[in-house]
């Protein structure tokens, strides 16, 4: 159980970490004239300087002998790495050529997404409720299909690609700087091949625009690792159901600061679709809301029972103890039965 403490400091983390994410799309536009590809491939360079040195301080190397014995591991990380730096370019791109309400949907209907894929890809069972929300997703994506006269690519895009790569990542199954250290070094030597490329063409922006726009894209490292850093350390205060509803932050954020910063257009039908998709999220979110209550009710009313009859299963044992002709009660029995059905509930979930 985490103290009070403990649980404010990670909400405060998630808060900071959800809070840049949402906020950073003042920053892209200042690495303005560099390309999005050119501030993606100087965001995987520096992104591994930057978790090198967070290596360094933490002092944690065991993992790549580990990694490098599992070839199936190393693989899907490579197709992490791939479907992040799709992300990460298409989103750079979105708000540098003034797509940021759109961008913003694509991670406002990511969870829903993330649904979808279970169901298809890993089988699962989805609630009444979880259906209901997939519907009114949907629903929201004919809405702005008809209203932009296309699909909304940019955010289906987004919302795909990040949802794949959690899948990939949960497959993976390692600690997240760890798994960005890795993604990076796969991810560095093409990164560097083109920017190598660039500057020899004449193309490069870094250091022909001045000292402070190679600071800035050097800076790009540290926008990208101090956010993932804040988020590790709210993943291990906060229960996973604060950090699900933390997540809205950065698209929230990101939506404001496309209407009401960079002025973006929001005719009827982008506010219509943006309602269905809020209203798929609200049915989400109140129905994990209203499960995790009922699993906690259901695990303390098991863990009430279970201690009562162990108490009657004590209290029996000491009258057998100073009379040994008294016939077993049900109590030890029923102690029994309620462990059983405890660890078997525990199991299940």
């Known amino acids: 159980m985490k103290s009070e403490g403990e649980q404010r400091a990670g909400l405060l983390y ?13 920053f892209w536009p200042l690495l303005k004239p560099a390309g999005a590809v050119e501030i993606l491939a100087h965001r995987m360079v520096w992104s591994l300087a930057v978790v090198a040195i967070a290596l360094l301080v933490v002092r944690r190397w065991a993992w790549i002998r580990e990694l490098l014995a599992e070839p199936r591991k190393l693989g899907l990380l490579v197709v992490a790495a791939t479907v992040i730096s799709v992300n990460w370019g298409l989103y750079i791109w979105s708000v540098n050529t003034g797509h ?32 209901a929300a997939v519907g009114v ?3 929201a994506v004919l809405v702005l299909a008809i209203g932009y006269g296309q699909p909304p690519w940019i955010s289906l895009t987004l919302a795909f690609s990040f949802a794949t790569y959690g899948l990939v990542k949960k497959k993976v199954n390692i600690g997240g700087l760890e798994s960005l250290a890795a993604e990076t070094v796969i991810l560095f030597v093409p990164a560097l091949g083109y920017l190598v490329w660039l500057g020899a063409s004449g193309d490069a922006t870094f250091g022909a625009e001045g000292t402070g726009h190679a ?10 690792a101090v956010p993932l850093v804040c988020f590790g350390a709210a993943a291990i205060r906060v229960p996973l159901s604060t950090l699900g509803l933390l997540q809205y932050l950065a698209p929230v954020f990101q939506f404001l600061l496309g209407v009401l910063y960079f002025h973006e257009a929001m005719p009827a039908e982008r506010w219509a679709g943006f309602a269905l998709v809020w209203a798929a999220l609200t ?16 695990a303390e009313a098991l863990r009430r029972a279970e201690a009562e009859a162990v108490s009657k299963a004590g209290a029996e044992a000491a009258i057998r103890a100073q009379s040994p002709d008294v016939a077993t009660s049900p109590a030890a029995a029923e102690a029994g039965a309620v462990g059983r059905r405890v660890e078997s509930s525990t199991s299940g979930d």
């Open 14 to 26: 998630g808060i900071g970490a959800y809070g840049m994410w949402g906020l950073v799309p003042l």
């Open 100 to 131: 940021v309400v759109e961008a913003s949907l694509g991670y406002f209907i990511n969870p829903l997404v993330t649904i979808a894929m279970g169901v298809l890809l890993l089988k699962e069972r989805l609630r009444p409720a979880q259906w």
């Open 137 to 139: 997703g949907l629903a």
């Open 215 to 224: 600071a800035l894209l050097a800076a790009t490292g540290v926008v990208t």
């Open 283 to 298: 049915i989400l979110t109140w129905d994990a809301l209203r499960t995790a209550r009922r699993t906690r009710a259901t």
